[in-house]
């Protein structure tokens, strides 16, 4: 089981979910360069958080066009798992291979804080290890972390459950109060309808150790590290 | 030598924090009969091209392609030759 760590100029949480990966779960970890056009044998590929390409233009907008992203879009298309976490969540908007858009925060404020996460599905290779609805603690950081999608698309991924993290209360319930950046539907992560390709704006990779406050987001690198093999890539 | 003039909004459906912001702050400076702001993004492209018709294609196409976000914005552009802004 090999991940691959996408670094793009002005990614920042490489090295968080590298040191995730090979210091806390203990599995093979490689980087790949935004510059790369092979994956390197990698089973699941990681796109961080940061501000890839100074995030100019618009959240993502400049790199889903490197050349690694090609390579992403062809492994996501034969059933590869790819997982994109925050700045990642929001390029992989921006690519296509999930609908829907990142806007600027309703507040207009950058949150940097905890949030609560109700699991909705955990019959994927991400949350395989996560109970029914059970509740993620797990921080976000963003100024543009707000989900939007039109009333058509938004319709369709509810119908087909494709909604994997909403923001709740500590008890589960899915409040506008627990909703930090007015996302649509409190939606914090959601997957494409194969299964496969995963985004969300909160952070796994920064609540993984009890030094840092939490260890819900291990649980998804448990998940994915133990289903990737079994994820058939043709 | 070409001037294209692009302007990306954000579609009416989509919330526009900073809009509502600006417009709550001329409402404090007096300025009541704002009755809506939207907040968009304003790009000048120069383009090496003698006809307009093949810049405005050009053009287009760089709006849908990376310009703007078809899920969040709306554009509209002008092309004017240069020297005569």
């Keep these: 089981m090999k991940f691959g760590v996408v670094v793009f100029p002005g990614t920042w949480s490489d090295r968080d979910c590298g040191w995730v990966i090979d210091q806390v779960l203990g599995a093979e970890l490689t980087y790949l360069w935004h510059k790369d056009t092979d994956l390197k044998g990698c089973d699941c590929v990681i796109l961080p958080g940061g501000f890839a390409y100074g995030d100019y233009l618009r959240t993502g907008a400049i790199a889903r066009f490197a050349p690694v992203m090609e390579k992403i879009g062809e492994f996501a298309d034969r059933g590869g798992l790819v997982w994109g976490i925050c700045n990642g969540f929001q390029v992989l908007c921006e690519a296509g291979l999930l609908p829907g858009a990142l806007i600027r925060n309703a507040s207009l404020e950058f949150r940097c804080e905890w949030t609560n996460l109700v699991v909705e599905r955990t019959d994927l290779p991400f949350t395989s290890k996560c109970g029914e609805r059970e509740v993620l603690h797990a921080p976000i950081a963003h100024g543009e972390g707000s989900y939007f999608a039109d009333p058509a698309t938004l319709s369709r991924l509810e119908q087909r459950g494709q909604v994997v993290f909403r923001y709740c209360d500590a008890t589960g319930r899915v409040v506008p109060g627990a909703n930090p950046n007015g996302s649509l539907h409190n939606i914090a992560g959601i997957v494409n309808a194969r299964g496969n390709v995963l985004g969300m704006m909160p952070h796994p990779e920064r609540c993984s150790e009890t030094e840092l406050g939490g260890t819900d987001g291990l649980k998804l690198f448990r998940s994915v590290a133990e289903n990737a093999l079994q994820v058939l890539v043709s | ?85």
């Design chain 2, 1 to 85: 030598m070409m001037i294209a003039i692009v302007i990306v909004t954000p579609k009416p459906v989509v919330n526009d924090p900073q809009g509502v912001t600006v417009k709550q702050g001329l409402a404090s400076l007096g300025f009541s009969e704002v009755s809506d702001v939207r907040i968009g993004k304003y790009i000048e492209l120069k383009l090496e091209e003698s006809s307009e018709h093949a810049a405005r294609e050009r053009v287009e196409a760089m709006c849908r392609q990376l310009l703007a976000n078809h899920v969040i914005e709306d554009f509209r552009f002008d092309i004017v030759r240069d020297g005569r802004r």
